[in-house]
């Protein structure tokens, strides 16, 4: 959906803090997606228009970035990392567990990501890039759900603070 | 005697574990009095000389380059200049600026503005890595605090020095962390990077001289001018002078970042703070900087934290300060295959070697270690990757325009430098080559 009043302000003033405004679509795209949960062409366009840019720019931009996401991923977006010090503490079983338990699960968007720079929690995860670790599958299973519930604050998807 | 770490950037944030993020126990403590001495009582030239310099500070993010020096690339009388803070921590295993940033954003802060200072920039960017909403919330509020006090604002501390720090939020791209990457990211574009010359001190940010410092460099700022660059000169060994904050996972029993003074062993590191060996097991490898850095084995432990050392001697690199840690259970194949992947999906795709070059050796690594290898599979990627880095012998040259092109070849470098035997052991048991055998994936 459009910017709301509110998020239109917002937009406004993140584009005043840059000496040149196409500097500004990176924390646009992220105030679309806290807004709407992913990134839809018509946000891009709306991005465009603040910006006085083309479209076809902003979808360049959007399209390079992983956090961004172009489809609707749901409420929960959870990161499982792989990388090297995860892969040698079980990060990728903890990952197959997740994909396999959220596997019809619409809220829950389960996805492999490159390194989270938590090494130290390994394996670890964020929920909307909120870390947890080390999470065994259980544990990050009961976190997850907690969210889902509502018992435990998520973020947004682009990790923006729920206002 | 048990080694010990030097805390001098860290020493802050264990002391305060509840609140070290705050401005209270920040300002309780002795921040931002570093800045005070700065605006007051040196010119932007003796920070960088006589302090920065003389300490002999050489960035913390991994190219190691000599901070100072870097400062006086900028050219005389082109304005604006800009500051941009690389807050982008993403070289695999490394995770102490996602430390800084979280528990210690006044320290950065202040580092920021002497900085700024220092190389007479009004707008400095913070252009910190998109995943780490923790971080961007703690700076954010810091630095609204800070704006609140004065330390950052128009006229400082009534010194008349003007200062905008703008945090901006990444969105997931490793290659952002590239300086040249994270330029053209800041600009608002995918984040490829530039070919170099012109140097971001040169032409930067918005094609203005820019100075792009990494985290832990400018925390540690600071400490360079509240105790001299003399002084921070003295701690550490030959070039690489002062502390570094290592992080250290993998296979050991206290994984967690270690602030040491540089000229420690590997050992020290390992074995005496992040407690040796997980389980009792053996060493099998380590890799000493990052994913971008070549490999090293227990016969290397006695060397020293150099990072001269290490690259001219070890043929490696110190990189971000990352040590991954494997025991004797681990398979080379799959480390380097996985590693590999990361090359593959983090490769912007600019340069030619690096775009095609990467997504192979991930095939061809996976292959190998997930049983369809073949006998000649090793040499083949030593063949190809010598077209990524010409020899192959470190340091790497370049056929890329950034590093990341031949930091996909370390994980091959150093099965070829090690585990040939094994591995050529292995591809020959595998299944049968044949001509027509196709992998699936």
């Not at chain 2, 080694?3 to 920040?26: C, G, N, Q």
């Not at chain 2, 210690?104 to 995943?131: M, N, S, W």
């Not at chain 2, 070919?195 to 971001?200: A, L, N, R, S």
């Not at chain 2, 490898?285 to 090293?296: E, Q, T, V």
């Amino acid at each position: 959906m459009p910017f709301t009043d509110a998020n239109v302000i917002k937009a406004r003033a993140i584009i005043a803090r840059y000496p040149h405004a196409k500097s500004a679509v990176l924390p646009l795209l992220h105030l679309a997606q806290d807004q709407d949960g992913w990134v839809s062409r018509d946000a891009m366009e709306e991005v465009a228009a603040l910006l006085h840019i083309e479209p076809a720019q902003v979808l360049g931009t959007c399209s390079f970035y992983t956090m961004y996401k172009r489809e609707p991923v749901g409420r929960l977006v959870v990161s499982v990392c792989t990388n090297v010090s995860c892969l040698v503490n079980q990060g990728p079983e903890l990952l197959a567990a997740l994909r396999a338990r959220y596997a019809g699960d619409d809220d829950v968007f389960v996805e492999e990501v490159e390194c989270l720079a938590a090494c130290d929690l390994a394996p670890v995860l964020q929920v909307n890039y909120d870390y947890h670790g080390p999470v065994t599958p259980d544990a990050a299973a009961t976190v997850i759900d907690e969210y889902k519930a509502g018992t435990r604050v998520a973020r947004t998807v682009s990790g923006g603070r729920v206002a | 005697m048990a080694p010990k770490e030097t805390r001098i950037v860290t020493k802050f944030l264990h002391e305060h574990p509840d609140d070290s993020w705050t401005i209270d126990a920040a300002v309780a403590n002795g921040a931002y009095k570093s800045l005070r001495k700065a605006l007051t009582e040196m010119t932007p030239e003796q920070i960088m000389n006589e302090q920065v310099k003389a300490s002999g500070l050489r960035g913390r993010g991994g190219a190691g380059f000599g901070t100072g020096q870097k400062w006086s690339f900028l050219p005389k009388d082109v304005f604006p200049r800009y500051l941009a803070v690389n807050a982008d921590e993403g070289e695999p295993s490394t995770f102490k600026d996602h430390m800084l940033v979280e528990r210690d954003p006044h320290q950065l802060i202040e580092g920021i503005v002497i900085t700024a200072f220092a190389i007479e920039a009004h707008v400095a960017f913070i252009y910190l890595r998109g995943e780490f909403a923790l971080g961007a919330d703690r700076l954010e509020r810091a630095l609204a605090d800070a704006y609140a006090r004065h330390f950052v604002g128009n006229n400082i501390l009534d010194s008349g020095f003007d200062l905008e720090i703008v945090l901006h939020r990444g969105a997931g791209a490793y290659v952002a962390g590239d300086e040249t990457g994270l330029l053209e990211s800041l600009e608002g574009e995918r984040a490829l990077p530039r070919i170099k010359p012109p140097f971001p001190a040169v032409q930067g940010l918005y094609a203005q001289p820019t100075v792009v410092n990494n985290v832990e460099t400018l925390s540690t700022v600071p400490h360079v001018i509240s105790r001299g660059g003399e002084w921070y000169a003295g701690l550490g060994v030959n070039r690489s002078t002062g502390t570094r904050i290592f992080s250290v996972s993998g296979h050991v029993e206290r994984p967690g970042n270690y602030e040491v003074e540089l000229g420690m062993t590997f050992r020290d590191l390992i074995e005496g703070l992040a407690g040796g060996v997980r389980g009792g097991k053996q060493l099998k490898f380590f890799i000493p900087g990052g994913a971008s850095s070549p490999w090293l084995l227990p016969e290397h432990l006695d060397s020293p934290l150099d990072m001269d050392y290490v690259q001219n001697d070890l043929k490696s690199m110190l990189g971000s300060g990352a040590v991954m840690v494997f025991d004797e259970t681990v398979d080379p194949l799959l480390v380097a295959w996985r590693l590999s992947k990361f090359f593959a999906h983090e490769s912007c795709g600019k340069c030619t070697p690096c775009r095609e070059g990467s997504s192979w050796i991930e095939r061809v690594l996976y292959r190998m270690s997930h049983g369809e290898g073949r006998p000649e599979d090793l040499d083949l990627l030593l063949d190809f990757g010598d077209n990524i880095v010409p020899g192959l012998n470190a340091p790497f040259a370049q056929t890329t325009i950034c590093a990341l092109g031949p930091s996909t070849m370390s994980p091959v470098v150093s099965l070829g430098r090690w585990f040939r035997d094994e591995i050529d052991e292995r591809m020959r048991a595998q299944a049968e080559p044949t001509a027509t055998k196709v992998l699936i994936r």
